[in-house]
């Protein structure tokens, strides 16, 4: 009896999955603002998948590796001094693994991949614009609703004040989040501006270029109402996207975010092979160096261009009596010694913040560098493991994107969007930690499984090939 039941379940579960892709975007539509009614749905659609697909999950050497991390984890959590804190700072890191692991199932084409940055690039323009009413007009807000369904806090003048942080819980946060978008939505507004200029750029001749276009993956379908190149809409909408995502990434005041968002343009201009906007873009990121960083005859030259927001901040003038508790250099030197102290098992997850503060006497959650952070609290086995998961997944994602026969034309630049926002994502934790804000946690595990599933499925595609042949 109970065994029917089950099966009447999951044949239920397994013929609601070709909609759970649907159920995926509007939890991600939602997401910012309701993180939680985001992240269950986003939990029933993996639910379906893995019901849908576990045999195909349990075949791949990836998700092997992910197990075999997890396992790692727990026993590191099981060696802790505070086995209880540990064990509670899994809950940061195994619950992505297997949305990660459920979406790189769900995720196989470039249509997703291109529907998922839309969303993420339309979800973003309220949290831009409460933003920029937080730090230009004051605005705040407390709104609560059963807690945790709807939990809306925007802090006057920003957090720290100044800062723009909108509902996220710092302005870093808040940077890194936009950092990820924003890369996102440049190369949505490259593809539209390639669309609307007639032409790729890549030689294509206008035959090619209409059949291409009349097939296009960003054509709206039955299942997907995305907008239509046709239209000039979509491309006047990711102007504006861009331009405002990019002026609120400026006020969040975040040297990481800024960095990372010019690499990005950078990468976009060397890829598309723009040689004169990456020498433009190198003359002002040089002016500002220089204005931040030359010696003083020199530096005051490039001041007088320069804004002092920009080169006070990068030197930290702006911030002049910060104390060395707080500086990255000393948090970075106190991880490293810890992991040393304990290399194979760490001190335990969600310990650096006890220690450190034991040692200085200031409360600090993180020492702003995942990497080593990871190697303290849990041990070099299972961050030299995590890191080369991650490596294989950036590794094998260029390697495809170097493949013209797997990938067309015109599915290259979004590919690229997302390896470079993988990208981002791994320099952002070189100087922070985005493991503690869910929404940002979901959202960088999410790009991770979209180059993993379209890898995933080229692969498989590949075996088939070479096994027929």
Request: proline share 5%; glycine share 6%.
């Amino acid at each position: 009896m109970l065994g029917a039941s089950l099966n009447k379940v999951s044949n239920y579960f397994k013929s609601r999955w070709r909609s759970s892709w649907n159920y995926s975007l509007w939890a991600l539509l939602i997401f910012p603002l309701s993180p939680f009614l985001g992240a269950v749905t986003i939990g029933f659609v993996s639910l379906i998948t893995w019901l849908k697909q576990s045999r195909k999950i349990n075949r791949r050497p990836l998700n092997w590796g992910f197990a075999l991390l997890s396992l790692l984890l727990i026993v590191s959590a099981g060696f802790a001094d505070d086995k209880t804190a540990a064990f509670l700072g899994l809950f940061n890191l195994l619950p992505f693994f297997l949305l990660f692991v459920a979406h790189s199932a769900l995720i196989q084409t470039f249509v997703q991949l291109r529907q998922m940055s839309w969303v993420f690039v339309i979800g973003s323009i309220p949290v831009v614009v409460l933003g920029l009413g937080q730090l230009f007009l004051g605005w705040s807000l407390k709104l609560e609703i059963l807690w945790v369904v709807l939990n809306w806090t925007i802090a006057p003048g920003g957090n720290p004040p100044g800062r723009i942080a909108s509902f996220f819980l710092h302005a870093n946060t808040f940077a890194a989040y936009l950092t990820i978008v924003f890369i996102l939505s440049l190369g949505l507004w490259l593809e539209q501006w390639a669309w609307g200029m007639g032409h790729w750029g890549w030689g294509i001749e206008k035959k090619q270029r209409r059949d291409l276009f009349n097939n296009s993956p960003s054509s709206p379908t039955s299942h997907s109402p995305l907008p239509t190149p046709h239209s000039p809409f979509p491309f006047i909408f990711l102007t504006v996207a861009v331009i405002t995502n990019f002026i609120t990434l400026i006020f969040t005041n975040s040297r990481n975010g800024w960095t990372i968002a010019i690499f990005a343009c950078l990468a976009y201009a060397l890829y598309l092979g723009w040689r004169i906007l990456v020498g433009g873009v190198a003359a002002i990121v040089s002016s500002v160096l220089l204005a931040a960083f030359a010696p003083s005859p020199v530096a005051q030259i490039f001041r007088r261009i320069v804004p002092a927001f920009f080169w006070a901040r990068l030197n930290d003038d702006m911030y002049p009596d910060r104390p060395v508790a707080l500086m990255r250099k000393t948090q970075w030197e106190f991880a490293w010694s810890l992991a040393k102290e304990h290399p194979w098992t760490g001190w335990g997850l969600r310990s650096f913040s006890g220690l450190y503060k034991a040692q200085t006497q200031i409360p600090l959650g993180h020492p702003h560098n995942l990497f080593l952070m990871l190697s303290a609290e849990t041990g070099f086995p299972s961050t030299f493991l995590f890191c080369a998961l991650l490596g294989w997944i950036l590794i094998t994602g260029i390697q495809l994107l170097r493949k013209p026969k797997y990938i067309k034309t015109e599915d290259r630049l979004i590919y690229f969007s997302y390896l470079l926002a993988f990208v981002g994502w791994v320099l952002l934790n070189t100087v922070d930690v985005t493991l503690f804000d869910f929404r940002l946690n979901v959202i960088s595990w999410l790009v991770l499984a979209a180059i993993c599933g379209v890898l995933h499925r080229y692969n498989e595609q590949d075996r088939f090939t070479s096994g027929s042949n």
